[in-house]
């Protein structure tokens, strides 16, 4: 992966098209029309609460409950339907990196809802994953946009099921 906020060169990418066109991300990422790429970037003055080399945490704008999060690719990848099978390890980082910023702000982790909007459904057109607690307070709203009846959200496992069937994660 490149350092956050861009997708990787040729050069970079080890074999570059063939790996870019796996990630599902896009050569012309658009690092200062993405919101997110900005962030990534440390173009903006949005706090990072966690990240590493790949993903990075800050909180969510409009939260839907108390402790809202979004964990984002800093390469960028469109949305949650350009994952396969060889993301598996990314969503797994992805939903660890969320776990621990709410474990770190001290929720019920049997309170915790996480998972992706479905294409044409996102406000801003970079996965990212939402992390959620506690779960259960959510308004009407939220439980539409968020909820276990929401057409739009899926959960983690449903993104493992979309990638390749019957993978669930660790």
Known sequence: MTSAGRTATNSEATGS???TASMGTRQD????????????????DTE???????????C??????AHHYLVVTAMHIDSCKA????????VER???????VLEKNKVNMNDVRMGFHLPPFTSVPH???HALSP????CVKSQLRYGPRSHWFITVSDVFHFMHGTVESK
Do not use: N, Q, Y
Request: charged letters at 20%; a negative charge; one cysteine or more.
């Open 17 to 19: 098209a063939t790996l």
């Open 29 to 44: 990422s658009g690092g200062d029309e993405c919101p997110f790429c900005l962030i990534a970037a440390g173009r903006t």
């Open 48 to 58: 990072v609460l966690l990240s590493d080399d790949e993903l990075l945490c800050f």
């Open 60 to 65: 969510d704008v409009k939260p839907g409950v």
């Open 83 to 90: 994952l396969r099978r060889e993301h598996v390890a990314l």
């Open 94 to 100: 992805m939903v660890a990196m969320g776990r621990s």
């Open 127 to 129: 996965l990212h994953l």
């Open 135 to 138: 779960a259960s307070t959510m």
